[in-house]
């Protein structure tokens, strides 16, 4: 994996030695998030909209309706800029200044290709289920002419990247750390909870293992 050259657009400016452009830290970060936003401008008013994704390579894979603003603007090759952001916890520091999170967050800046080849757009949205669902693929119905119709899928070639990323305690100002006010990090994370089955499961059909190992990992 390479690094992204450092430009105008995604260089991190304030606490730079945060800042991160290798594809190994920027992908690590983007492939462990559920979900990103995506923000473009339309007619001069500025949107971002959050979204799922899934990472093909170089590319971000974007599904939605066809009918979609979204996808049709990202469809039509506008630059698009997407974001990931996962917050790891809360910083809480003696001094209400240095309060912060820690985090790890992504910016990548591309544009997208409508998926119009009915193979490529069908392992695509294969690739999409696989990346959340790891074996729900192969245990649903795949989608019939119609539904496929209704579905746009952009893939979106990363152009330019950063990362950024806090961790560790609070950065308090020498004098403040005699002051007896409790300081440190109040950890945070997204975890998957109990299975809730439908109420109209056809029959008593068992939680399959390649979802219950799903949840014995970590949580996106
Ligand atoms: C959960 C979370 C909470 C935050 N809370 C605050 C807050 O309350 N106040 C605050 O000032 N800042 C906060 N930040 C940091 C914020 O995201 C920016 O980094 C900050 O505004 C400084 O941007 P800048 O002026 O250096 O860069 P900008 O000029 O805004 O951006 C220049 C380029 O730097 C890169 N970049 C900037 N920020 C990030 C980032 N977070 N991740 C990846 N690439 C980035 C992008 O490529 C961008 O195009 C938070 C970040 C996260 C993830």
């Not at 469809?75 to 001094?95: E, M, N, Y």
């Not at 009915?118 to 289920?129: C, G, I, N, P, Q």
Request: with cysteine.
């Amino acid at each position: 994996m390479s690094d992204f050259a450092q430009t105008d657009q995604n260089r991190v400016r304030r606490r730079p030695t945060r800042g991160h452009y290798d594809q190994e830290t920027i992908y690590g970060i983007v492939d462990a998030a559920l979900i990103c936003h995506v923000g473009f401008a339309h007619e001069g008013v500025p949107y971002v909209i959050p979204t799922l994704h899934a990472r093909r390579g170089d590319e971000i894979l974007l599904h939605g309706s066809s009918a979609s603003r979204l996808m049709n603007h990202a469809a039509a090759g506008h630059p698009l800029c997407i974001t990931v952001t996962h917050v790891d916890g809360l910083v809480l520091a003696r001094a209400v200044f240095n309060h912060s999170v820690n985090y790890r967050s992504a910016v990548l800046f591309g544009r997208g290709r409508l998926l119009a080849d009915e193979v490529e757009k069908m392992a695509a949205l294969r690739d999409f289920t696989e990346r959340l669902l790891p074996g729900r693929w192969d245990d649903v119905r795949l989608p019939t002419p119609t539904e496929m119709k209704a579905t746009s899928i952009v893939a979106v070639a990363i152009d330019s990247a950063s990362a950024k990323m806090r961790s560790g305690p609070p950065g308090d100002d020498e004098e403040d750390y005699s002051r007896p006010t409790w300081a440190g990090v109040l950890p945070l994370s997204v975890q998957y909870g109990p299975f809730q089955p439908d109420p109209r499961l056809a029959g008593n059909i068992p939680v399959p293992d390649y979802l219950r190992n799903l949840t014995a990992g970590d949580s996106p």
